[in-house]
């Protein structure tokens, strides 16, 4: 069963481009590292409310990349600019 993670937070707008760079850049490490996201997106809600919404191909490939990724740079570098963050699995049950 696939896994949809949410990740919602605040940034200085400042940092719209850099958090845009950091992003993809943290999405390569990730997928370099564990091959079980199959899908990652950006979005903005307004000028400083953000949220991620990563696709994983099982929990199992989440929880490999919770153990694998924070801490490495691209992490670090993209969580930096990050405040007030937030996160939520949703196992998906059905799609049509």
């Known amino acids: ?3 949809i993670t949410v990740t919602r937070f605040q940034i200085d707008p400042a940092d719209a481009e850099q958090l845009r760079d950091r ?3 943290l999405v390569a490490a990730t997928r370099a590292a564990c091959p079980g996201l199959t ?8 000028d400083e409310t953000w949220v991620g ?6 929990a199992p490939s989440l929880q490999a990349a919770r153990q694998a990724v924070p801490g490495n740079a691209e992490a670090t570098a ?12 949703i196992d998906v049950l059905d799609e049509h």
């Open 23 to 25: 992003h993809a850049a």
């Open 78 to 89: 993209a969580f930096a600019l990050t405040r007030e963050s937030t996160v939520e699995d």
């Open 39 to 46: 899908e990652a997106r950006l979005g903005r809600l307004d």
């Open 53 to 58: 919404v990563w696709r994983w191909d099982s």
């Open 1 to 3: 069963m696939s896994v």
